[in-house]
């Protein structure tokens, strides 16, 4: 059988052109954009959400703007009626979008200077991932905490928790690469992770609910879909 794709689409938000698509966004979502504190950051959200209707447009057929976003029991968003998967994640200059015909989660981080990987190790990280972790240096440890963490967001993402999972409490292996997930609390969980690299800076990690999948890669443009109106879909 075929293992299921999952599309990861990678915007721009630095693209200004991503502003033309913003009259798409519900009543919700600007009152939403309105509630950050500065220009960047509700900058940042209209134009991921813009972005995020008009790729599921492109999966579904609907026009951007009809789409419904509603969350499940959990809080987790989901498509109103409509048996297609998704999850957003966004930091710094990019967002990233995962599409599926099965549950995925995302989580995307972008890498800071300013970031103490031993000091904040403790709160997140069981026994074994925080000896890995001292045994390597400075640089390295760094990155590979932030692996880590996406890969315990991407997983709560997926179960559509947030940080309301212990996440010291995951555990994915030592080795690199597709990884098993390990929940203290669920003995049959049967998630599995996916590190990704979608540009440098940055790390990232997507979850599906078992083994088996196929990324692939999309950039999403805005200039074609900022020149269609409202009621047609991106195809």
Same mark, same amino acid.
């Given at each position: 059988?075929l293992?299921?794709?999952v599309?990861?689409?990678?915007?721009?938000?630095?693209?200004p052109?991503?502003d033309a698509l913003?009259p798409?966004?519900?009543?919700q979502?600007?009152?939403?954009?309105?509630?950050y @504190?500065?220009d960047?950051?509700?900058?940042?959200?209209?134009?991921?959400?813009?972005a995020?209707?008009h790729?599921?447009?492109?999966h579904?057929?609907?026009p951007?703007?009809?789409?419904?976003?509603a969350?499940?029991?959990?809080?987790?968003p989901?498509?109103?009626?409509?048996?297609l998967?998704?999850?957003l994640?966004?930091s710094?200059?990019?967002?990233l979008?995962?599409?599926?015909?099965?549950p995925v989660?995302i989580d995307?981080?972008?890498? @800071?200077?300013r970031?103490?990987a031993a000091?904040?190790a403790?709160?997140v990280?069981?026994?074994a991932?925080?000896?890995?972790?001292a045994?390597l240096?400075p640089?390295?440890?760094?990155?590979?905490?932030?692996?880590?963490?996406?890969?315990?967001e991407a997983?709560?993402k997926?179960l559509?928790?947030?940080?309301?999972?212990?996440?010291?409490?995951?555990?994915? %292996? %030592?080795a690199?690469?597709?990884?098993?997930v390990?929940?203290?609390?669920?003995?049959r969980?049967a998630?599995?992770?996916?590190?990704?690299?979608?540009?440098?800076?940055?790390a990232?990690?997507?979850?599906?609910?078992?083994?088996g999948a196929?990324?692939?890669?999309?950039?999403f443009?805005?200039?074609?879909?900022?020149?269609?109106?409202?009621g047609?879909?991106?195809?």
């Amino acid at each position: 059988m075929l293992e299921p794709a999952v599309f990861l689409w990678l915007v721009d938000l630095d693209d200004p052109a991503l502003d033309a698509l913003a009259p798409c966004l519900s009543a919700q979502e600007q009152a939403r954009a309105a509630r950050y @504190r500065g220009d960047a950051l509700q900058r940042g959200y209209r134009r991921a959400r813009a972005a995020l209707r008009h790729i599921l447009a492109h999966h579904t057929g609907q026009p951007p703007a009809t789409l419904v976003l509603a969350e499940g029991p959990l809080g987790k968003p989901v498509l109103d009626g409509l048996a297609l998967h998704f999850n957003l994640s966004h930091s710094g200059a990019l967002a990233l979008v995962a599409v599926a015909s099965v549950p995925v989660g995302i989580d995307l981080e972008q890498r @800071r200077a300013r970031f103490d990987a031993a000091a904040l190790a403790p709160l997140v990280c069981g026994p074994a991932e925080q000896a890995d972790l001292a045994a390597l240096p400075p640089a390295l440890r760094q990155r590979h905490f932030l692996q880590l963490w996406t890969h315990k967001e991407a997983y709560c993402k997926l179960l559509g928790m947030g940080l309301r999972k212990d996440p010291a409490l995951l555990a994915f %292996g %030592g080795a690199p690469g597709p990884a098993a997930v390990a929940d203290a609390q669920e003995p049959r969980c049967a998630a599995w992770v996916y590190p990704l690299y979608p540009a440098d800076g940055y790390a990232a990690s997507l979850c599906v609910e078992k083994y088996g999948a196929r990324p692939v890669w999309m950039r999403f443009r805005a200039w074609p879909a900022a020149l269609l109106p409202l009621g047609q879909a991106l195809a």
